[in-house]
């Protein structure tokens, strides 16, 4: 490939610059398709859970059939949840406030008035194993962290001395906004 001279009729493309100013509602994502493997032996425990209550003929008696259906449902019903609710994450960023909502129905959810924040910082890799597994995580020397999958996150600083990481897609571009948001509005001060 070889290198060509910009010629000044041609169209530079549109990229943006960072010293542009930032959308007025900046969002994110981060998805894990990996965990839709995990829904899927969620789903089929409930399905033997169902299956084991409808066509057994219940001849090994009553008690170890109805606590295989009982377990088999709620293994299911735990997993599926579970793996679900955390598919994804999706984090909104406005003038006032930092939202993060998991998975298809939004929950859980937590809000983060930019006044309760002290700083973010980029973490180029965050991983289920440092936290403990997917999900939404809390560990006494590390904070609280919402992890779908491995790679990069925004480390929030919270003027109560707490930490909140959550893994999204160019947290480093979220990570600008925080800081040019808390640098320009009065969020500069503990409430």
């Given amino acids: 490939m070889r290198d060509h001279p910009h010629d000044e009729s041609t169209p530079l493309p549109d990229v943006p610059h960072r010293d542009a100013p930032h959308p007025e509602v900046w969002t994110g994502r981060a998805t894990n398709r ?8 969620g789903a089929a425990c409930l399905a033997l859970g169902i299956e084991l209550a409808v066509e057994s003929a219940w001849t090994s008696g009553i008690a170890p059939l109805a606590m295989s259906v009982v377990g088999c449902i709620a293994a299911g019903l735990l997993v599926l949840f579970g793996t679900l609710a955390f598919v994804h994450v999706d984090l909104k960023l406005d003038r006032e406030s930092l939202e993060v909502r998991c998975g298809h129905i939004g929950l859980p959810r937590r809000r983060i008035p930019l006044t309760h924040v002290a700083g973010a910082d980029f973490e180029p890799l965050v991983t289920p ?15 609280t962290a919402v992890v779908v999958r491995r790679g990069e996150g925004v480390v929030l600083r919270l003027w109560d001395g707490h930490t909140f990481t959550i893994t999204v897609d160019d947290a480093e571009s979220a990570v600008r906004v925080i800081k040019d948001r808390l640098r320009t509005g009065t969020t500069g001060t503990a409430p």
Avoid: E, I, T
């Fill in 129 to 143: 194993r440092h936290w403990g597994g997917w999900g939404y995580r809390w560990r006494p020397d590390k904070g």
């Fill in 34 to 41: 990996v965990q839709w493997l995990l829904a899927l032996v």
